[in-house]
């Protein structure tokens, strides 16, 4: 039908290149709506400020207490995007980098929270269109009976398309005691996805470091389209104290005098005891020592509670909690 | 129709433009999503303008923030029915309007037969009119293209 008399606006968007019902490539027109910024960047400073990606690193910096490796290889990542926007900008031809991760670690340290912050740094540098995070586990991809399977993940998909798609658990999709299992269905999907629609959508899996070794080592196909594993350790205690401070603080509570102590003491028994879950623990823990503040000045009916006593997580607050009573009754060898 | 100067169906948005490019249908969806409509698609083989239900191609898209999950869904419907007509719906939830915000052509038969306009005479000098569509003319899977 002749050339539109009309043009698409938008950053630097290329004349359009394929007529409507040739479509082959999907969405390589969604594609070309990149974020603006860092277009014509040709310093690091220039591309950080007009993506201001720089913003997202410092906050995770100063938000997530402990995590060195992790914030240096987040660094690290951040570097090579920006190089390569730089070297884009200069016209230096490069395969768009591949940035499917795995995140790995026990329960509670960090993985969802550090995954949320990811999609937005990929996100301000113009590598993912949205920036939201779609997080699902094997029942949300793989389905119940034959022909279940393929709607389900592509529905996952689509809704994930432009953002980052969390597999928490990943190596449930594959089941190698069960041949049959429809979790293979919905690897080969995310697979195709994964390696031609770069553009539309990043994907990392979590899970526990050994399990995803084991099931890396059983799909390498998988395994080789990741291009960045990061290993989430354990917190130390006194990071587990300072992520207690942090949570307090955002919900505009305090440690009375000596409540700290008495949280720090309590850490060491919960750590030794079994289903510790790092930082959750420590969440769940404080909810739980809300809960007794809350029964502990419930009972004082009379009583014009100040600001401060609204506030306060009082030693004995901590102290009721079952840790310590289990700890007791079985005293360490 | 028969008068039509473009010589295609003209239903929904954009019909008298020239054929909108992936790109442009991207732009269009990402237009919907960031109104907060839910895309569906939809495809037929007779294109009469009473012929308001058309069959759904899969579920309506709920939830979707970008729409390369929408383009790549058509895709995939004009890989199945490369000669139907195929049309992109966008339901508005909001209360109060709960109904169809935009809807436009995306795929056609290579050729488009048109429509007759048939004269059926009445008692007196009465005249009724019917549209017929040729393409309804022949078996349903034989009317798209040649
Ligand atoms: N480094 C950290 N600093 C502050 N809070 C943290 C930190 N790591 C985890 N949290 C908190 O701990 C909880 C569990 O973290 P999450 O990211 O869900 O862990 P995972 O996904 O690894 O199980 C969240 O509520 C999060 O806010
Ligand atoms: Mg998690």
């Known amino acids: 039908m002749g050339t539109p008399l009309y043009s698409i606006p938008g950053p630097g968007a290329p004349t359009p290149e394929s007529p409507a019902g040739a479509g082959q490539a999907a969405a390589s027109g969604a594609a070309a709506a990149r974020v603006p910024g860092a277009g014509e960047a040709h310093t690091v400073g220039e591309v950080l400020a007009q993506s201001q990606a720089a913003q997202v690193l410092d906050e995770l910096d100063r938000e997530l207490v402990g995590l060195a490796p992790i914030k240096a290889r987040i660094r690290d990542i951040a570097a090579l995007l920006v190089i390569d926007k730089l070297r884009a900008n200069l016209g230096i031809q490069a395969q768009a980098?591949?940035?499917?991760?795995?995140?790995?670690?026990?329960?509670?340290?960090?993985?969802?929270?550090?995954?949320?912050?990811?999609?937005?740094?990929?996100?301000?540098?113009?590598?993912?269109?949205?920036?939201?995070?779609?997080?699902?586990?094997?029942?949300?991809?793989?389905?119940?009976?034959?022909?279940?399977?393929?709607?389900?993940?592509?529905?996952?998909?689509?809704?994930?398309?432009?953002?980052?798609?969390?597999?928490?658990?990943?190596?449930?999709?594959?089941?190698?005691?069960?041949?049959?299992?429809?979790?293979?269905?919905?690897?080969?999907?995310?697979?195709?996805?994964?390696?031609?629609?770069?553009?539309?959508?990043?994907?990392?899996?979590?899970?526990?470091?050994?399990?995803?070794?084991?099931?890396?080592?059983?799909?390498?196909?998988?395994?080789?389209?990741?291009?960045?594993?990061?290993?989430?350790?354990?917190?130390?205690?006194?990071?587990?104290?300072?992520?207690?401070?942090?949570?307090?603080?955002?919900?505009?509570?305090?440690?009375?005098?000596?409540?700290?102590?008495?949280?720090?003491?309590?850490?060491?028994?919960?750590?030794?005891?079994?289903?510790?879950?790092?930082?959750?623990?420590?969440?769940?823990?404080?909810?739980?020592?809300?809960?007794?503040?809350?029964?502990?000045?419930?009972?004082?009916?009379?009583?014009?509670?100040?600001?401060?006593?609204?506030?306060?997580?009082?030693?004995?607050?901590?102290?009721a909690s079952r840790v310590f009573q289990a700890a007791a009754a079985s005293p360490q060898p | 129709m028969m008068t039509n100067p473009v010589r295609k169906i003209t239903q929904g948005q954009f019909s008298f433009l020239p054929e909108l490019t992936d790109a442009e249908i991207a732009l269009q969806i990402q237009y919907g999503l960031d109104r907060g409509y839910a895309w569906s698609i939809e495809y037929t083989d007779d294109p009469h303008p009473r012929n308001t239900f058309w069959e759904m191609f899969g579920m309506p898209m709920f939830d979707l923030k970008d729409a390369a999950g929408v383009l790549a869904e058509v895709n995939s419907c004009r890989q199945t029915f490369p000669q139907h007509y195929i049309r992109l719906v966008a339901f508005d939830a909001t209360r109060g309007i709960e109904s169809i915000g935009m809807s436009f052509i995306v795929n056609r038969p290579a050729k488009e037969p048109g429509f007759g306009l048939i004269r059926q005479e009445l008692h007196g000098r009465t005249m009724r009119y019917t549209v017929h569509s040729y393409a309804s003319g022949r078996p349903e899977g034989e009317r798209g293209g040649n």
Do not use: C
């Open chain 1, 97 to 319: 980098p591949s940035l499917h991760m795995s995140f790995t670690g026990n329960p509670g340290t960090g993985k969802t929270t550090v995954a949320l912050r990811m999609a937005q740094i990929l996100h301000r540098l113009g590598y993912v269109r949205r920036g939201h995070l779609v997080a699902v586990t094997r029942d949300d991809l793989v389905g119940q009976y034959i022909g279940h399977t393929a709607p389900k993940t592509r529905e996952v998909l689509k809704r994930a398309m432009g953002g980052v798609l969390f597999i928490d658990e990943a190596y449930y999709l594959y089941r190698p005691e069960n041949e049959r299992d429809y979790g293979q269905e919905a690897i080969e999907i995310l697979l195709q996805v994964m390696e031609n629609q770069r553009d539309d959508l990043v994907v990392i899996l979590a899970g526990y470091k050994d399990r995803m070794e084991t099931f890396f080592r059983s799909n390498p196909g998988l395994s080789s389209r990741i291009a960045h594993h990061l290993d989430f350790p354990d917190y130390a205690p006194a990071d587990l104290l300072s992520i207690a401070d942090k949570l307090l603080t955002q919900q505009n509570y305090r440690f009375a005098p000596g409540a700290r102590a008495t949280f720090a003491e309590y850490l060491a028994h919960r750590i030794r005891q079994p289903h510790f879950a790092n930082a959750r623990s420590v969440r769940n823990a404080l909810d739980r020592a809300r809960l007794r503040q809350a029964s502990r000045l419930f009972a004082e009916v009379e009583r014009r509670f100040t600001a401060e006593d609204l506030t306060t997580i009082e030693s004995a607050d901590i102290r």
